[in-house]
Protein backbone atom coordinates (compact mmCIF):
# COMPACT_ATOMS: atom_id res chain seq x y z
CA UNK A 1 0.00 0.00 0.00
CA UNK A 2 1.78 3.28 -1.15
CA UNK A 3 1.87 6.09 1.90
CA UNK A 4 0.84 9.75 1.61
CA UNK A 5 3.25 11.31 -1.02
CA UNK A 6 3.93 15.00 -0.66
CA UNK A 7 5.94 17.59 -3.01
CA UNK A 8 7.98 19.32 -2.50
CA UNK A 9 10.07 17.97 0.23
CA UNK A 10 11.92 21.44 0.55
CA UNK A 11 11.49 24.75 -0.38
CA UNK A 12 13.34 27.91 0.10
CA UNK A 13 11.46 31.21 -0.68
CA UNK A 14 11.63 34.95 0.34
CA UNK A 15 9.56 36.77 2.64
CA UNK A 16 5.81 38.01 1.01
CA UNK A 17 6.63 35.45 -1.79
CA UNK A 18 3.68 33.08 -2.44
CA UNK A 19 4.25 28.60 -1.94
CA UNK A 20 2.38 25.53 -2.97
CA UNK A 21 2.35 22.28 -1.47
CA UNK A 22 0.87 19.29 -2.79
CA UNK A 23 -0.10 15.92 -1.08
CA UNK A 24 -1.49 12.40 -2.43
CA UNK A 25 -3.09 10.87 0.33
CA UNK A 26 -3.36 7.14 0.59
CA UNK A 27 -6.24 5.80 -1.58
CA UNK A 28 -9.45 5.44 0.05
CA UNK A 29 -8.88 7.71 3.02
CA UNK A 30 -11.69 9.83 3.02
CA UNK A 31 -10.55 12.59 5.83
CA UNK A 32 -7.16 14.50 4.65
CA UNK A 33 -5.04 16.81 7.30
CA UNK A 34 -2.62 19.40 7.12
CA UNK A 35 -0.33 20.28 10.17
CA UNK A 36 2.26 22.96 10.41
CA UNK A 37 4.88 21.55 12.85
CA UNK A 38 7.98 24.42 14.18
CA UNK A 39 11.11 22.97 15.28
CA UNK A 40 10.81 21.78 18.91
CA UNK A 41 6.79 21.39 19.20
CA UNK A 42 4.10 18.81 17.80
CA UNK A 43 1.71 18.96 14.95
CA UNK A 44 -0.49 21.87 14.87
CA UNK A 45 -3.92 21.10 12.91
CA UNK A 46 -4.57 23.78 10.24
CA UNK A 47 -7.33 22.49 7.79
CA UNK A 48 -9.18 18.97 8.10
CA UNK A 49 -11.06 17.82 5.31
CA UNK A 50 -13.95 15.00 5.02
CA UNK A 51 -13.88 14.06 1.20
CA UNK A 52 -14.23 17.36 -0.83
CA UNK A 53 -15.76 19.24 2.42
CA UNK A 54 -13.95 21.41 5.06
CA UNK A 55 -14.45 19.84 8.34
CA UNK A 56 -12.21 22.17 10.97
CA UNK A 57 -10.08 24.76 9.64
CA UNK A 58 -10.41 27.01 12.98
CA UNK A 59 -5.98 27.67 13.11
CA UNK A 60 -5.43 28.15 9.97
CA UNK A 61 -4.75 32.01 9.39
CA UNK A 62 -7.16 32.51 6.39
CA UNK A 63 -5.67 35.86 5.54
CA UNK A 64 -2.63 34.24 4.08
CA UNK A 65 -3.49 30.57 3.95
CA UNK A 66 -5.61 28.87 1.83
CA UNK A 67 -6.36 24.98 1.10
CA UNK A 68 -8.31 23.26 -1.49
CA UNK A 69 -9.16 18.88 -1.83
CA UNK A 70 -10.30 18.42 -5.53
CA UNK A 71 -12.34 15.37 -6.27
CA UNK A 72 -11.93 14.37 -2.54
CA UNK A 73 -8.73 13.23 -3.32
CA UNK A 74 -5.52 15.36 -3.77
CA UNK A 75 -5.01 18.55 -1.67
CA UNK A 76 -2.84 21.70 -2.31
CA UNK A 77 -1.87 24.20 0.57
CA UNK A 78 -0.96 27.58 -0.24
CA UNK A 79 0.48 30.58 1.76
CA UNK A 80 0.61 33.79 0.05
CA UNK A 81 2.20 36.05 1.42
CA UNK A 82 4.54 34.29 3.60
CA UNK A 83 5.90 35.83 6.71
CA UNK A 84 9.15 34.54 8.04
CA UNK A 85 7.11 33.12 11.25
CA UNK A 86 5.64 30.48 8.60
CA UNK A 87 9.64 28.57 8.52
CA UNK A 88 8.07 25.12 9.62
CA UNK A 89 7.43 21.46 8.55
CA UNK A 90 4.18 21.23 6.54
CA UNK A 91 2.92 17.89 7.28
CA UNK A 92 0.03 16.23 5.25
CA UNK A 93 -1.86 12.75 6.74
CA UNK A 94 -4.78 10.71 5.69
CA UNK A 95 -7.16 8.55 7.77
CA UNK A 96 -10.45 6.57 7.86
CA UNK A 97 -10.58 6.81 11.51
CA UNK A 98 -8.90 9.69 13.69
CA UNK A 99 -7.12 7.99 15.96
CA UNK A 100 -4.99 6.09 12.94
CA UNK A 101 -3.44 8.78 10.84
CA UNK A 102 -1.10 8.18 8.31
CA UNK A 103 1.46 11.10 7.80
CA UNK A 104 3.79 12.30 4.65
CA UNK A 105 7.49 12.91 5.36
CA UNK A 106 6.47 16.32 5.32
CA UNK A 107 7.75 19.77 3.56
CA UNK A 108 10.21 21.75 4.84
CA UNK A 109 9.58 25.41 4.53
CA UNK A 110 12.15 28.29 4.87
CA UNK A 111 10.95 31.67 4.44
CA UNK A 112 13.94 34.35 4.71
CA UNK B 1 -1.93 26.61 29.08
CA UNK B 2 -2.09 23.70 26.55
CA UNK B 3 -5.12 21.19 26.21
CA UNK B 4 -1.93 18.61 25.89
CA UNK B 5 1.31 18.68 28.07
CA UNK B 6 4.43 16.45 27.41
CA UNK B 7 6.95 15.95 29.33
CA UNK B 8 9.97 17.83 27.05
CA UNK B 9 12.95 15.81 27.77
CA UNK B 10 15.39 15.20 26.43
CA UNK B 11 15.60 11.92 27.83
CA UNK B 12 19.05 9.71 27.65
CA UNK B 13 18.95 6.12 28.48
CA UNK B 14 21.23 3.21 28.23
CA UNK B 15 20.36 0.35 26.08
CA UNK B 16 17.81 -2.22 27.91
CA UNK B 17 16.39 0.40 30.13
CA UNK B 18 12.62 0.74 31.17
CA UNK B 19 11.83 4.18 29.18
CA UNK B 20 8.37 5.78 30.68
CA UNK B 21 6.73 9.20 28.53
CA UNK B 22 4.28 10.92 29.97
CA UNK B 23 1.11 13.53 29.10
CA UNK B 24 -1.53 15.34 30.90
CA UNK B 25 -4.29 16.50 29.33
CA UNK B 26 -7.52 19.30 30.33
CA UNK B 27 -10.24 18.39 27.99
CA UNK B 28 -12.19 15.92 29.54
CA UNK B 29 -13.80 15.06 26.67
CA UNK B 30 -10.70 13.00 25.09
CA UNK B 31 -11.23 9.75 24.30
CA UNK B 32 -9.19 8.27 22.19
CA UNK B 33 -5.42 8.66 23.30
CA UNK B 34 -2.77 7.92 20.70
CA UNK B 35 1.22 7.42 20.69
CA UNK B 36 3.65 8.37 17.54
CA UNK B 37 7.05 8.34 16.76
CA UNK B 38 8.77 10.56 14.74
CA UNK B 39 12.34 9.87 13.62
CA UNK B 40 14.57 13.03 12.38
CA UNK B 41 13.40 14.59 9.09
CA UNK B 42 10.54 11.95 8.89
CA UNK B 43 6.80 12.20 8.91
CA UNK B 44 5.10 10.70 12.61
CA UNK B 45 3.88 7.15 12.42
CA UNK B 46 1.26 5.93 14.80
CA UNK B 47 2.47 3.40 17.49
CA UNK B 48 -0.63 2.52 18.61
CA UNK B 49 -3.99 4.42 19.89
CA UNK B 50 -5.98 3.35 22.90
CA UNK B 51 -9.77 3.73 23.75
CA UNK B 52 -10.63 5.34 26.94
CA UNK B 53 -9.01 4.45 30.28
CA UNK B 54 -6.60 1.20 30.68
CA UNK B 55 -3.50 -0.66 29.64
CA UNK B 56 -2.75 -1.80 25.91
CA UNK B 57 0.28 -4.18 25.11
CA UNK B 58 2.01 -4.31 21.71
CA UNK B 59 5.73 -5.63 21.71
CA UNK B 60 7.88 -4.15 23.81
CA UNK B 61 5.79 -1.13 24.20
CA UNK B 62 2.63 -0.67 27.13
CA UNK B 63 0.22 2.02 27.13
CA UNK B 64 -1.41 3.51 29.84
CA UNK B 65 -4.58 5.80 29.80
CA UNK B 66 -5.86 7.14 33.82
CA UNK B 67 -8.86 9.40 32.67
CA UNK B 68 -9.66 9.98 36.24
CA UNK B 69 -6.06 11.75 36.56
CA UNK B 70 -5.86 12.76 32.86
CA UNK B 71 -2.80 11.49 32.62
CA UNK B 72 -1.38 9.02 30.03
CA UNK B 73 2.10 6.92 29.73
CA UNK B 74 3.56 5.19 27.03
CA UNK B 75 6.32 2.52 28.85
CA UNK B 76 9.00 1.24 26.23
CA UNK B 77 10.70 -2.03 27.48
CA UNK B 78 14.36 -3.05 26.86
CA UNK B 79 15.01 0.10 25.12
CA UNK B 80 16.70 -0.29 21.76
CA UNK B 81 19.06 2.33 19.92
CA UNK B 82 16.38 2.01 17.17
CA UNK B 83 14.09 3.63 19.16
CA UNK B 84 15.60 6.79 19.53
CA UNK B 85 12.90 9.10 18.23
CA UNK B 86 11.16 12.38 18.93
CA UNK B 87 7.52 10.73 21.01
CA UNK B 88 4.28 12.55 20.76
CA UNK B 89 1.50 12.25 22.39
CA UNK B 90 -2.17 13.08 20.52
CA UNK B 91 -5.78 12.69 21.85
CA UNK B 92 -9.10 13.11 19.99
CA UNK B 93 -12.33 13.05 21.38
CA UNK B 94 -14.39 11.49 18.50
CA UNK B 95 -13.22 8.81 16.01
CA UNK B 96 -13.75 11.68 13.39
CA UNK B 97 -12.56 14.64 15.16
CA UNK B 98 -8.93 16.32 15.21
CA UNK B 99 -6.51 15.36 16.83
CA UNK B 100 -4.36 17.21 19.49
CA UNK B 101 -0.56 16.77 19.52
CA UNK B 102 1.56 17.25 22.75
CA UNK B 103 4.91 19.01 21.69
CA UNK B 104 6.83 15.78 22.09
CA UNK B 105 9.98 14.04 24.04
CA UNK B 106 12.95 13.12 22.43
CA UNK B 107 14.56 10.22 23.63
CA UNK B 108 18.12 8.79 22.81
CA UNK B 109 18.87 4.95 23.84
CA UNK B 110 23.12 4.95 23.93
CA UNK B 111 24.26 1.47 23.46
Known amino acids: EAGVAQSPRYKIIEKRQSVAFWCNPI?????LYWYQQILGQGPKLLIQFQNNGVVDDSQLPKDRFSAERLKGVDSTLKIQPAKLEDSAVYLC??????????FGPGTRLTVT | QKEVEQDPGPLSVPEGAIVSLNCTYSNSAFQYFMWYRQYSRKGPELLMYTYSSGNKEDGRFTAQVDKSSKYISLFIRDSQPSDSATYLCAMSDTNAGKSTFGDGTTLTVKP
Open chain 1, 27 to 31: SGHAT
Open chain 1, 93 to 102: ASSLRSYEQY
